[in-house]
C-alpha cells in the first residue's frame, strides 16, 4: 500500500512529460523503473477487452486478473492530474508565445529523436531507407495541408467527434513506445490545441469520446505494437525516427509556430527559441541518459545476485 502514493507521484511525472509534445510517457517509465510492468499490464488490458468484444467474458477476466491495478490506477489518476493542471497553462502559451512554444517542442522532438536513434540495434542500409522514406513521406504530406482551404483550418479549431476519438486511439499508442510522445501525434494530426482546449473548458463529452478512443487503440493496437517490437523493433525505431524527423515542417517555429507548415527564416524570438530549443533538446537526452544509468545499474545488480547464489 505505501507504492500508492509513489505511484500517483509516477504518473503524475509521465502526465506531465506526455502532456508536452516530444517527451515521452514511455521515457520517464524508463526512468522510473516501471517500464516493463505498465506495458505488461497495459498488454493484459488490451487482450481483456478483445476477450470481450469476442464475447469471451471468462477470458476476459483472465486477463484483467493479471493487470497490476495497483500500478495502473494511481499511475491514471497521476496522469489525468498532471492534464487538468498544466493543460491550461500551456493552451495560453500556444496562443500568446507560437513560436517560443513551437521551439520548445522542436528541441524536445530532436531529443527525442536521439533517444530513438540510441534504440536501434541495427543501423544497416535497410533501417536507414526506411528511415528516409518515412521522413521524406511525412514532410511532403504535411506540406500538403498548407493552403488547403477553410475545411482544412477549421479541423484545428473545430473537430468533429469522430476526430477525437481516433486522434485518441492512435495518440495512445506512443504509450507504450519509449521513443515517441502521444502529444507529439496529436501535433501532427492538428489536434493538440482542440484536445487542451477541451480539457481546460471540461467538455466532458468530447473528452469521453476521447478516452473512449484511447481504450480502443490500446485493445487493437497495442497488442500489434508489441508483436512489431518484439519481431522488427529496429523497423519500427528506423519509421519512427523518419516520423520525427519529417516533422519538422510543423514543429518549426517559423511563421505561426505549430499552427502552420509553411517554413520561413527565422524573424522573431530568434535567442529565446534557439535558447528553448537547446535546452528541451538537453532535457530530453539527459532523462534518457539517467535511465541508461538506472538500466545499467538493476542488469549489474541482477549479475552480482546470480553470481552470488550460483
Not at 507504492?3 to 515521452?24: I, K, T, Y
Not at 500500478?71 to 495560453?92: F, K, R, Y
Not at 535497410?126 to 514532410?139: D, P, Q, T, W
Not at 525505431?237 to 527565422?266: K, N, Q, Y
Request: proline fraction near 4%; glycine fraction near 10%.
Amino acid at each position: 500500500m505505501r507504492e500508492l502514493p509513489l505511484n500517483v507521484v509516477r504518473g503524475f511525472l509521465m502526465g506531465a512529460a506526455d502532456v508536452v509534445p516530444g517527451v515521452s510517457g514511455g521515457t520517464v517509465a524508463l526512468v522510473l523503473g516501471i517500464y516493463r510492468r505498465l506495458v505488461a499490464s497495459i498488454r493484459e488490458g488490451g487482450a481483456a477487452v478483445i476477450a470481450l468484444l469476442k464475447g469471451r467474458p471468462r477470458e476476459a477476466a483472465a486477463h484483467l486478473g493479471e493487470v497490476e491495478w495497483t500500478l495502473i490506477v494511481p499511475l491514471v489518476a497521476g496522469i489525468g492530474l498532471a492534464v487538468v493542471v498544466l493543460a491550461g497553462l500551456i493552451e495560453s502559451l500556444l496562443r500568446d508565445r507560437p513560436v517560443e512554444m513551437a521551439a520548445l517542442f522542436l528541441g524536445l522532438v530532436g531529443g527525442s529523436t536521439v533517444v530513438a536513434w540510441r534504440l536501434l540495434e541495427r543501423r544497416d542500409v535497410a533501417r536507414i531507407v526506411i528511415l528516409l522514406l518515412v521522413s521524406v513521406a511525412v514532410f511532403v504530406l504535411l506540406g500538403l495541408r498548407e493552403g488547403t482551404g477553410e475545411d482544412a483550418v477549421s479541423q484545428l479549431t473545430d473537430p468533429a467527434l469522430w476526430a477525437f476519438f481516433g486522434a485518441g486511439a492512435v495518440a495512445i499508442c506512443a504509450m507504450i513506445l519509449p521513443g515517441i510522445s502521444g502529444s507529439f501525434i496529436l501535433v501532427m494530426l492538428s489536434m493538440y490545441g482542440p484536445v487542451i482546449s477541451a480539457v481546460n473548458n471540461r467538455e466532458m463529452v468530447t473528452l469521453l469520446v476521447f478516452l473512449a478512443g484511447t481504450v480502443v487503440g490500446l485493445a487493437l493496437f497495442s497488442q500489434g505494437l508489441h508483436w512489431a517490437l518484439t519481431h522488427h523493433s529496429d523497423s519500427v525505431m528506423a519509421a519512427l525516427i523518419g516520423l520525427m524527423l519529417g516533422s519538422i515542417r510543423v514543429l518549426w517555429p517559423w511563421p505561426d509556430g505549430v499552427d502552420s507548415t509553411a517554413l520561413e527564416a527565422p524573424d522573431q524570438a530568434v535567442v529565446a527559441s534557439l535558447l528553448l530549443a537547446v535546452g528541451a533538446f538537453l532535457v530530453v537526452v539527459g532523462i534518457d541518459d539517467l535511465a541508461r544509468r538506472r538500466l545499467r545499474r538493476r542488469e549489474a545488480a541482477a549479475v552480482a545476485a546470480d553470481t552470488a547464489t550460483g
